[in-house]
């Protein structure tokens, strides 16, 4: 009998810790939407926008944006608030990779987290406006003695055009974008229209090698184009198409126009959406004598 309750405790425990391991929690973050035309700059914060992992810190516990929980060593938040932090998990500007790397580590890795930096850019539950809020984040600033924890400078700026020049400046110097945070804006679980992400993508052109077939409502559609590059990286471009274009996709052969926002360490195009078809000399006589 002794043995059977030693085993039942045994079990008991194993799947206490297994849960912990796996635990998650349900968070209601925000998140921004794409700027999409003028404003009037001088109402909004602007920060660069971090090529990281979305973290949330509620206090206790480093979770993932999904409320996974992530296996960070002790030592890497020990000395971090007991409040919630919202924020980027970053190894530098072209390091997604190795910080992805990192946070789907189930267990922690000294070594790894040595490079990593919890890059705070929000206080969830502060209760005052964004201004407020960046005011309270240059407090929280002057008392960390941690490096794991930094926080996101914020900018306010003149006019559009130091809006234009600071978006250059970033992606030339290797950054994905900006972010734009009104100054009156509370902190809202879901899209907020009141904080944007601006990006500069670039453009580029590949061949087509097949037709993907698409899924659930793209059944018997396109659903992505096997695409080649010059220099011979093949990926897939599944997204920008319009209805018409799935039920009617480019040749095999044809060459496309597609748009991205830099690329993987592999060297494939991040976020590659079609753009167009190249329309060629032979085209365009083609389409001439059919007038």
Known sequence: MKILQFLAITLVISLTSHAESTATKTLKLQHGVVYKSQLNIGD???????????????GQHLYTRRGNQIHAP????QYWPKHALDGELWAGRGRFEFASGCVRRKTDNDSCWQQMTFMVFDLPDHGGNFSQRVQAMNTLQQSITDQSLDIVRQRQL???QALDNMLNTVVASGGEGLMLHHQDASYQ??????LMKLKRYQDAEAVVLAHLPGKGKYSGKLGALLVETPAGVQFKIGSGFTDKQRQYPPEVGATVTYKYYGVTKNNIPR??????????DVDQNTNASKK
């Not at 679980?189 to 009141?194: E, I, S, Y």
């Open 158 to 160: 003149s006019s559009n």
């Open 271 to 280: 976020f590659a959406s079609f753009l167009r078809v190249r329309v060629t």
């Open 44 to 58: 909004y914060w602007v920060s660069e926008k971090l090529d990281g992992v979305r973290g949330y810190w509620d």
């Open 74 to 77: 002790k030592w890497f938040s």
């Open 189 to 194: 679980a879901g899209r907020n229209p009141q």
